[in-house]
């Protein structure tokens, strides 16, 4: 288990490979000699790591060949969205992202600067890490109220690295609970300790499961987060991240729940488009979750706005932007989202082919590098209380949900759709209301979600034309994006985990190369 021990909570203290990205968040903690035991003694020092893993959640820690496309949380949504058919990506630029949305990193897991080993260390290190702070809570001193603040939001971070996991190298939930995921860790590793072999998709499901609702249990009984902290998991996140998993496991009366108590308990309100441009401000009120970057902090190059603000040479090289369809005929004229995208921007090279650019994403201030990361707003918790409740068969509260989200999008925005039939690919429509919430996630959380992690879970394939603005290199016209069966979109394991397990086997336990099972 060679990659989760050299991320252990020792080795954050001990400034090893974390370094680089956990500086600032550890920059007043105790000296190497310190133990990681001093340093969890209690609630208010065991803040020290909490911080730190929050740091690591919008830094980049990725080797050298790779920072550039590896900033934490955001980088993984923007790989995902990439996969699918909504964010095209113009031209491959520097290289970054562009092998993701080829759907050509697969075979290069024996390295460290793709998309493999970035991913699984990542959310192992902080699996490790969550699981040094959990080990505490017996002997860690501090009020009850102020013990929980800590271990609620590991047991949150816990759930979320797993659930990540399983959407990156599994097949989704629904149908596939018996196919391998991933190993499972519930307690601190430290040099010696055996490595645990892939846990099927369900049980790491059932561990997600329940550590989700120990960390709602714990920050139900906890001080309110400061309203300068929105980098951290509060009550109203769990609820959130929640929802998430309910969804993607079709969960329908949880993810109703879920969203709704997210709402109840974060202090959010859906706003009007134009007082979040740029969406790099997480203190507007419709931000749940996400991270301010502070000047200091700034990952240049290595950040999400290089790779979105077409002002940078990396997002200008390799233009992002929206599906012509999704644009022109399944969003309403009158969605003031419309002002999200430029139809009229003639930078892209292959001119009126190319899709329309985004301007949703932007620096705040270029000169600087800075730009908050946005992680979890409330219109999300809205379109997933509408899609649990038309799963349901509550058409009534699905379209009322959609309405508080839409009557801020559209004026005067109804819709008399009905019924649940989703179309074999994206492509195929088929005019149900579900359809419409998807249509309306879609367009509302473009480059904040993951879109692929959507297609999976909806078991929906999808194609990419020239029509919709895609270029010639990216089409995928000869790969199975119509087969959300397939294996086409689960990343293999990196060597680096084989080489440090014994109870892994690369011959029997990695994922298929190939789109499909060998």
């Known amino acids: 288990m060679k990659n989760i021990l050299k991320y252990t909570f020792a080795g954050l203290m001990g400034c090893a490979v974390l370094t680089s990205c956990l500086d600032d968040a550890l920059e007043t903690a105790p000296t190497d000699s310190m133990s990681g035991t001093t340093l969890l003694a209690n609630a208010n020092s065991a803040l020290i790591p909490l911080n730190g893993l929050y740091r690591s959640m919008y830094a980049t820690w990725s080797p050298a ?8 949380i955001n980088s993984y949504v923007l790989t995902a969205d990439v996969m699918g058919e909504d964010m095209i990506m113009d031209a491959q630029g520097n290289g970054w992202f562009w092998f993701d949305c080829l759907y050509n990193v697969k075979s290069l897991y024996t390295g460290t600067a793709f998309r493999s080993y970035d991913m699984w260390n990542c959310f192992y290190t902080w699996i490790a890490n969550a699981n040094y702070i959990i080990a505490a809570e017996e002997t860690m001193e501090g009020n009850t109220e102020d013990v929980n603040y800590v271990i609620g939001q590991a ?91 309910a969804l993607t496991m079709e969960d329908w009366n949880l993810a109703k729940t879920a969203a709704h108590n997210a709402i109840d308990a974060s202090s959010c309100t859906v706003i009007e488009v134009g007082d979040f441009m740029g969406l790099h401000d997480v203190a507007v009120n419709n931000v749940m979750w996400g991270a301010a970057i502070q000047s200091d902090q700034v990952g240049y190059y290595a950040s999400f706005f290089a790779h979105m603000d077409p002002a940078v040479a990396y997002a200008a090289g390799a233009r992002k932007q929206i599906n012509k369809d999704l644009y022109d005929n399944i969003m309403q004229p009158t969605d003031a989202r419309k002002a999200w995208w430029d139809p009229t921007d003639k930078n892209s090279e292959r001119g009126e082919k190319a899709g329309y650019q985004q301007v949703k994403f932007s620096f705040a201030d270029v000169a600087t590098w800075t730009g908050d990361y946005v992680w979890m707003r409330i219109e999300e918790m809205y379109l997933t209380a509408a899609e649990a409740e038309c799963m349901l068969g509550e058409e009534a509260a699905a379209k009322e949900d959609l309405a508080a989200v839409m009557s801020k999008r559209v004026e005067g925005y109804t819709t008399t759709k009905t019924g649940t039939a989703m179309g074999t690919t994206s492509s195929d429509r088929t005019g149900s209301l579900r359809e419409e919430i998807i249509d309306q996630r879609r367009i509302e959380l473009w480059g904040e979600y993951g879109r692929i992690w959507d297609l999976r879970r909806l078991h929906q394939g999808f194609r990419r034309t020239t029509a919709q603005g ?9 790969r199975p994006t119509n087969d959300p069966e397939c294996y086409m979109w689960v990343l293999t394991i990196p060597q680096s985990e084989f080489d440090g397990n014994a109870s892994l086997d690369v011959s029997v336990d990695q994922n298929p190369t190939g789109d499909y099972a060998n």
């Open 65 to 72: 060949a790779n920072k550039d496309q590896s900033f934490g």
């Open 470 to 478: 895609w270029p010639e290199a990216a089409l995928l016209a000869n």
């Open 155 to 245: 047991y949150a971070i816990r759930a979320y690295s797993y659930f990540m996991l399983a959407q990156n190298f599994a097949r989704t939930y629904k149908g596939h609970e018996s196919d391998p995921c991933c190993p499972i860790y519930t307690e601190p590793t430290v040099a010696g300790t055996q490595g645990n072999p892939r846990s099927s998709v369900q049980d790491v499901y059932n561990l997600i499961v329940s550590d989700m609702q120990t960390a709602i249990d714990k920050l139900s009984n906890a001080p309110a987060r400061s309203s300068s902290l929105k980098t951290h998991i509060d009550l109203s996140v769990a609820y959130g991240i929640q929802a998430r998993i």
